[in-house]
Nanobody, 119 residues
Framework: QVRTVESGGGLVQAGGSLRLSCAAS????????MGWFRQAPGKEREKVAE????????SYADSVKGRFTISRDNALNTASLQMNSLKPEDTAIYYC????????????WGQGTQVTVSS
């Protein structure tokens, strides 16, 4: 059974930092692309960052570029999202997801973790 669990969300003041973690089990972790998504109230879900299977490449939404860093540890089956210089508009539920086929859907999702940035 595949499990994907996020942790590390919370309440932080603008300008602060948080580190989100994602732990996956029940699958061949290093076969999957990893992504972080977020969804704010009343808004569509957006992809924040994505990292390749080998962690050699990563991409970011323009809104977080230079502030967020995605990483993964294939030995531990974990991925992280380091979020610095947080802004109130970063407030959302953050989800990690795994994708086997880069041209396909995202296969597995976590339950999400709330990030709230106060002004």
């Amino acid at each position: 059974q595949v499990r994907t669990v996020e942790s590390g969300g919370g309440l932080v003041q603008a300008g602060g930092s948080l580190r989100l973690s994602c732990a996956a089990s029940g699958l061949g972790f290093n076969s999957y692309l990893m992504g972080w998504f977020r969804q704010a109230p009343g808004k569509e879900r957006e992809k924040v960052a994505e990292i390749s299977r080998t962690a050699r490449s990563a991409s970011y939404a323009d809104s977080v570029k230079g502030r967020f860093t995605i990483s993964r540890d294939n030995a531990l089956n974990t991925a992280s999202l380091q979020m610095n210089s947080l802004k109130p508009e970063d407030t959302a539920i953050y989800y990690c997801a795994l994708q086997l086929d880069p041209m396909g859907r995202w296969d597995y999702w976590g339950q999400g973790t709330q990030v709230t940035v106060s002004s």
